[in-house]
């Protein structure tokens, strides 16, 4: 059972919701969203589909979009101060963050987590992706599309082999059937306001936030960044949204979002 075009509850106050596009089956909501940002569709419009055809994941992966399983949304963000190509990450962070705090508020689901940077982990299995991205122009971000995937009510049966012993959905965790509705609206809710604390100055605290909730940050890490296998101890995450690993041969490798996959030291997804 999914309860699609959802009913969202959005405040007037709102800048996340204000404009709210459903539409059915769709290649990539964040396909939709570049097409309409470039419309000039304003600062928090939110995008969502019922099915995905071509759901893309981070570093060209494909993101499972089983019809009315999940949730499948885009939201457009327009920093208003001309933010620096370099802090488009950073802002996926606070994205992450205000996810995994509306999936402690929507439903009892268990234990949420971030694995850096944007996976969001319940009960150490992966619930929900994001990515997230920008066009820049004249050294400024004009937007950015940020994808987000939430498995929502999946059953084992439904996803690849290849994420079977690492994901999970919210009803899977529950024991119950989760409302997508609800979901979606406290996801909202609290990327609202993450955006605006984000845009009032607030990162270096959010980021703190964020440190608390990261499952790897302090573990052993190994990094694939390009091919390239980078081993140590994740130390810290900078305000950036870069997580720095102090190598075993003494060395700190700073190692950007975009580029890296991160697993535990033995090569497993924790
Ligand atoms: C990841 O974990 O690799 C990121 C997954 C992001 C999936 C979402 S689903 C909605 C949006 N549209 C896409 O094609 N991808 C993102």
Not at 83 to 94: C, G
Not at 150 to 156: F, G, P, S
Not at 204 to 220: A, M, P, T
Request: aromatic residues 8%; glycine residues 8%; negative net charge.
């Amino acid at each position: 059972m999914y309860c699609y075009p959802y009913k969202i509850d959005v405040n007037s106050d709102m800048i996340v919701g204000k404009s709210i596009v459903f539409l059915d089956e769709v290649s990539s909501t964040n396909d939709e969203a570049k097409k309409l940002a470039m419309k000039g569709e304003p600062d928090g419009s939110v995008i969502f589909a019922l099915n995905q055809t071509h759901g893309k994941g981070r570093l060209g992966r494909v993101w499972n979009s089983e019809a009315g399983k999940g949730i499948y949304m885009s939201i457009i963000l327009r920093p208003e101060r001309a933010l620096k190509p370099e802090y488009a990450s950073s802002i996926t962070l606070v994205m992450g963050l205000a996810c995994a705090k509306a999936f402690e508020t929507a439903g009892d689901f268990g234990k949420v987590c971030i694995k850096w940077p944007n996976d969001i982990l319940i009960n150490s299995k992966k619930v929900c992706g994001i990515l997230a991205e920008s066009y820049i122009e004249e050294k400024t971000v004009k937007y950015i599309a940020v994808g987000i995937g939430v498995n929502v009510n999946n059953d084992l049966a439904g996803f690849p082999d290849e994420v079977l012993e690492k994901a999970t959905s919210l009803s899977l965790e529950s024991g119950k059937e989760a409302d997508d509705a609800n979901v979606a609206s406290a996801m909202l809710k609290e990327i609202d306001i993450q955006y605006k604390a984000f845009m009032n100055g607030e990162l270096r605290s959010i980021i703190s936030e964020y440190k608390d909730k990261c499952i790897n940050l302090h573990s052993r890490v190994r990094a694939n960044v390009n091919g390239t296998i980078i081993e140590g101890v994740a130390s810290d995450i900078t305000n950036e949204g870069n997580l720095v690993i102090n190598t075993d041969s003494g060395e700190k490798r700073m190692i950007y979002s975009g580029e890296a996959t991160v697993r535990d030291a033995d090569g497993q997804y924790i």
